[in-house]
Nanobody, 116 residues
Framework: VQLVESGGDLVQPGGSLRLSCAASGFTFSNYGMSWYRQVSGKEREFVARISTSGGITNYADSVKGRFTISRDNAKNTVYLQMNSLKPEDTAVFYC??????????WGQGTQVTVSF
């Protein structure tokens, strides 16, 4: 299983970014996927989750209405569209599988920095 995140960048408050997570090594369309984020020195926190077909999504209260998770099963990719970014959104963002073959899998992360 391999997860590769991309799309992180430095953006001004109020700006937008789209993160991507390319998956391989498992049947992507059979599994829901999640995004998490982590600020240095703090625990990793849940951001968003999407069902296998994309029909069901869940969000942390802190991002609800600003972030949108989606997926393209033909491309084995899950996305996180982030709008109205705030400085407190600054973090390393990770995508995660549910438990597959006895463990969860994480990507290497992509840095999002929201600052002037």
């Amino acid at each position: 299983v391999q997860l590769v995140e991309s799309g992180g960048d430095l953006v001004q408050p109020g700006g937008s970014l789209r993160l991507s997570c390319a998956a391989s090594g498992f049947t992507f369309s059979n599994y829901g996927m999640s995004w998490y984020r982590q600020v240095s020195g703090k625990e990793r926190e849940f951001v968003a989750r999407i069902s296998t077909s994309g029909g069901i999504t869940n969000y942390a209260d802190s991002v609800k209405g600003r972030f949108t998770i989606s997926r393209d099963n033909a491309k084995n990719t899950v996305y996180l569209q982030m709008n109205s970014l705030k400085p407190e959104d600054t973090a390393v963002f990770y995508c995660k599988t549910p438990t597959i073959w006895g463990r969860d899998y994480w990507g290497q992360g992509t840095q999002v920095t929201v600052s002037f």
